[in-house]
């Protein structure tokens, strides 16, 4: 009898995969794309040292050698020979706080000729009478020229300029102020004795004593008339200018109504002529009590009633005795942020291209790592690296006298968000990029992109509003003002920051992804 054997199935050993171990494999494959990453650049110490101590030199340097920002303009004056010698001093000494005043003399054609020829910045016309002009209400012109092809010295000259009309302004009228003070002193003398001499005609006095007092009266309102004429006017004062108006009317008011007093004394009959010597005698009080006001009020007051007090709140909070930074201080985070974002998109330009040149993604193809533990262990090695780098130049900052502030936790997470930013940009450069050169080339524009648009030098501010998004697509920029906030004022940064930080990371994350994907499928 056949017996059939029964058939077993074959036995295979085999180990049941788990997730854990999955996931496991995973972080091993970056953890060797992030070596791998490491290895070389520890292969490259030039490049370390010159990522490291360039920027900190470049920022040394420009402490040392950074003295004003204000440019110096050379000045030539063209002011008339009849110009008073006490005007022509004062003149000479308000343009000298601003400008650099040449000590050759020019003519007029000179001085243009030479502004042409580059010998001179600006040329500044003073005009003739200028005393006279401003004690008649009249506005004199002082015209100033320049050659200036820079947008910004324009600018400064501009605003010199104004500033310079405006101490002249406050300094003649203030001077013109003080000497009608001083005359209108004598005038209330004058006028009490006046006073007295109206009185003494209210009783009998003698034809030749009224004689003697109507030629004093005449000589007081031809000093009136005088004194009338070096009040300054009214249109050319910015505070106290009723006071003004007021001594001006009560001073046509006693010149006219000494002319009724001398109408009075001619006639002979100074019976009927009594009311106007007592109302004659009234606004020659009324005027004395205007002159005293008049004269009590200080001449700066008149001029320019409103005045300024600085005083920056940074000096209270931290307790120093200067207000803003040093510009070495001041641009010392602009560095910093400059400095991350370059070296990671330098490094983040030249990593993928590098490596698609030279043949390295058919092995990745068949290796077990795929493109995203590619790119996430260059971010983790090249973070660490520029990490390493951005602590060595905080610290020499701060033996520059830099502060920090703020909290060291949100420094480093903006650090950190700010590098990761700046290479998800560099990598893009890398996946379009078809050469080193071309790589290079791209990151020399973001570079140049970053120093006129980021904020470093010129304010984000002074850019029409199409520019934002520009602006916003530039990780530098995010980064100058977050370092700003958090090591000079002490404050969190904006969450702006934050968000548009991440919004560029993120997408650039995902953009490089993408695209290498792309490249790595067709290898």
């Known amino acids: 009898?056949?017996?059939?054997?029964?058939?077993?199935?074959?036995?295979?050993?085999?180990?049941?995969?788990?997730?854990?171990?999955?996931?496991?494999?995973?972080?091993?494959?970056?953890?060797?794309?992030?070596?791998?990453?490491?290895?070389?650049?520890?292969?490259?110490?030039?490049?370390?040292?010159?990522?490291?101590?360039?920027?900190?030199?470049?920022?040394?340097?420009?402490?040392?050698?950074?003295?004003?920002?204000?440019?110096?303009l050379r000045t030539a004056l063209i002011m008339p020979d009849d110009l008073p010698d006490d005007v022509r001093t004062r003149l000479v000494s308000l343009i000298g706080l601003n400008f650099q005043i040449t000590k050759r003399a020019y003519t007029l054609s000179e001085a243009r000729t030479a502004l042409e020829q580059g010998d001179l910045d600006v040329v500044q016309v003073i005009p003739d009478d200028i005393s006279g002009k401003l004690q008649r209400g009249e506005h004199p012109t002082i015209l100033v020229y320049s050659n200036a092809i820079n947008p910004l010295v324009e600018g400064w000259v501009q605003y010199l300029a104004y500033a310079q009309v405006n101490e002249i302004n406050k300094a003649l009228l203030t001077e013109q102020t003080r000497l009608a003070q001083q005359q209108?002193?004598?005038?209330?003398?004058?006028?009490?004795?006046?006073?007295?001499?109206?009185?003494?005609?209210?009783?009998?006095?003698?034809?030749?004593?009224?004689?003697?007092?109507?030629?004093?009266?005449?000589?007081?309102?031809?000093?009136?008339?005088?004194?009338?004429?070096?009040?300054?006017?009214?249109?050319?004062?910015?505070?106290?200018?009723?006071d003004i108006e007021q001594v001006r009317m009560r001073t046509d008011d006693a010149i006219r109504a000494l002319d009724d007093v001398?109408?009075?004394?001619?006639?002979?009959?100074?019976?009927?002529?009594?009311?106007?010597?007592?109302?004659?005698?009234?606004?020659?009080?009324?005027?004395?009590?205007?002159?005293?006001?008049?004269?009590?009020?200080?001449?700066?007051?008149?001029?320019?009633?409103?005045?300024?007090?600085?005083?920056?709140?940074?000096?209270?909070?931290?307790?120093?005795?200067?207000?803003?930074?040093?510009?070495?201080?001041?641009?010392?985070?602009?560095?910093?942020?400059?400095?991350?974002?370059?070296?990671?998109?330098?490094?983040?330009?030249?990593?993928?291209?590098?490596?698609?040149?030279?043949?390295?993604?058919?092995?990745f193809r068949v290796s077990p790592a795929n493109m995203v533990q590619l790119l996430i262990g260059k971010y983790l090695g090249y973070t660490v690296f520029i990490a390493l780098a951005s602590v060595a130049l905080a610290a020499a900052m701060r033996l520059l006298g830099v502060p920090l502030l703020g909290n060291w936790f949100l420094f480093a997470l903006l650090l950190l968000l700010l590098t990761i930013a700046s290479l998800g940009v560099?990598?893009?450069?890398?996946?379009?990029?078809?050469?080193?050169?071309?790589?290079?080339?791209?990151?020399?524009?973001?570079?140049?992109?970053?120093?006129?648009?980021?904020?470093?030098?010129?304010?984000?501010?002074?850019?029409?509003?199409?520019?934002?998004?520009i602006i916003a697509l530039i990780p530098m920029s995010h980064g100058v003002e977050g370092f700003q906030d958090v090591m000079l004022r002490g404050i969190p940064p904006d969450p702006e920051v934050w968000i548009e930080l991440g919004i560029i990371a993120a997408a650039t994350f995902g953009l490089v992804t993408f695209l290498t994907q792309r490249q790595f499928r067709r290898a």
Not at 24 to 36: E, N, P, T, V
Not at 294 to 312: K, L, W
Not at 347 to 360: F, N
Not at 434 to 448: P, R, W
Request: proline content about 5%; glycine content about 6%.
């Open 1 to 72: 009898m056949d017996s059939a054997s029964p058939v077993r199935p074959t036995q295979r050993s085999h180990t049941t995969s788990r997730p854990s171990d999955g996931l496991s494999q995973w972080f091993i494959r970056i953890r060797a794309c992030f070596l791998k990453e490491i290895r070389e650049i520890r292969r490259q110490p030039l490049l370390i040292i010159s990522l490291i101590a360039g920027p900190l030199l470049v920022l040394v340097l420009f402490g040392i050698g950074f003295v004003n920002s204000n440019p110096v």
């Open 184 to 242: 209108a002193r004598e005038v209330g003398v004058r006028i009490a004795l006046g006073a007295n001499r109206l009185t003494e005609l209210e009783r009998e006095v003698s034809r030749a004593e009224q004689e003697a007092i109507r030629q004093e009266l005449r000589a007081l309102r031809a000093f009136l008339v005088q004194f009338r004429a070096t009040i300054p006017p009214e249109n050319l004062f910015a505070g106290r200018s009723e």
């Open 262 to 363: 001398d109408a009075v004394l001619a006639s002979g009959n100074i019976e009927e002529g009594l009311k106007e010597l007592r109302d004659s005698r009234e606004l020659l009080t009324l005027l004395n009590q205007q002159i005293t006001i008049f004269i009590s009020i200080a001449p700066e007051t008149i001029v320019s009633p409103v005045q300024q007090r600085y005083q920056n709140i940074r000096t209270e909070a931290s307790g120093e005795a200067s207000g803003a930074y040093p510009a070495v201080v001041y641009y010392a985070p602009g560095v910093l942020a400059l400095l991350v974002q370059h070296t990671a998109v330098s490094l983040g330009a030249l990593a993928l291209v590098r490596e698609r040149m030279m043949g390295a993604f058919e092995l």
């Open 426 to 469: 560099g990598f893009l450069i890398s996946t379009v990029a078809g050469s080193d050169s071309q790589a290079i080339q791209f990151a020399m524009i973001s570079l140049l992109l970053s120093i006129f648009f980021s904020g470093f030098f010129i304010s984000r501010d002074s850019f029409a509003a199409w520019v934002a998004p």
